[in-house]
T-cell receptor, first 113, second 114 residues
Framework: KAGVTQTPRYLIKTRGQQVTLSCSPI?????VSWYQQTPGQGLQFLFE???????NKGNFPGRFSGRQFSNSRSEMNVSTLELGDSALYLC????????????FGQGTRLTVV | QKEVEQDPGPLSVPEGAIVSLNCTYS??????FMWYRQYSRKGPELLMY????GNKEDGRFTAQVDKSSKYISLFIRDSQPSDSATYLC??????????????FGTGTRLKVLA
């Protein structure tokens, strides 16, 4: 059974640009959550999508947005990149029901210069 | 005060030692508790998943949850150099919507010395 796939693995962008990250969940999983991981703040919740609908949202500015497609694949977009957006972006996949675990991908390491 | 507190370490132990990793939390609504292991430049890997209070054992790993004290622990028996990683605790309240907003600790860096 394939795990959670995130692409690309590494990205270097310039301040002011925008970026799109992709996440393919485990087959059959309908929930995809996104997290930002930085050395200072640890893992912070961005948002969660279930069946193409955003179910929950963390405390990030509107520059961070996402969407989910009918095949459960999800994309995260960050506009007007800032240096502080440099981080490891992780997506987690779960079935979406109660009492089930979340499995993470390897992450996309974004560097903003 | 953060919702979840975790000692960042680093924690260095000799091979074969019993390791105890801990997290405290402030939100009494948390019901689901997870431990993840994260190697450098990799995504977190789920180790243990427990619901409410009690103990759960899986091989060399034992997870304990004490909701009355708002305290969770992960014990690693017969620790190996391959256990050297950052261990993250995570917890959530899925009672209402079943959504997966996990709150993570900052992680404890563990080094097992051969």
């Amino acid at each position: 059974k394939a795990g959670v796939t995130q692409t690309p693995r590494y990205l270097i962008k310039t301040r002011g640009q925008q970026v799109t990250l992709s996440c393919s969940p485990i087959s059959g999983h309908r929930s995809v959550s996104w997290y930002q991981q930085t050395p200072g703040q640890g893992l912070q919740f961005l948002f969660e999508y279930f069946s193409e609908t955003q179910r929950n949202k963390g405390n990030f500015p509107g520059r961070f947005s996402g969407r989910q497609f009918s095949n459960s694949r999800s994309e995260m977009n960050v506009s007007t990149l800032e240096l502080g957006d440099s981080a490891l972006y992780l997506c987690a996949s779960s079935s979406g029901g109660r009492d089930t675990e979340a499995f993470f991908g390897q992450g996309t390491r974004l560097t903003v210069v | 005060q953060k919702e979840v507190e975790q000692d960042p370490g680093p924690l260095s132990v000799p091979e074969g030692a019993i390791v105890s990793l801990n997290c405290t939390y402030s939100n009494s609504a948390f019901q689901y508790f997870m431990w993840y292991r994260q190697y450098s430049r990799k995504g977190p890997e789920l180790l243990m998943y427990t619901y409410s209070s009690g103990n759960k054992e899986d091989g060399r790993f034992t997870a304990q949850v004490d909701k009355s004290s708002k305290y969770i622990s992960l014990f690693i028996r017969d620790s190996q150099p391959s256990d050297s990683a950052t261990y993250l605790c995570a917890m959530s309240d899925q009672r209402t919507s079943g959504t997966y907003k996990y709150i993570f600790g900052t992680g404890t860096r563990l080094k097992v010395l051969a």
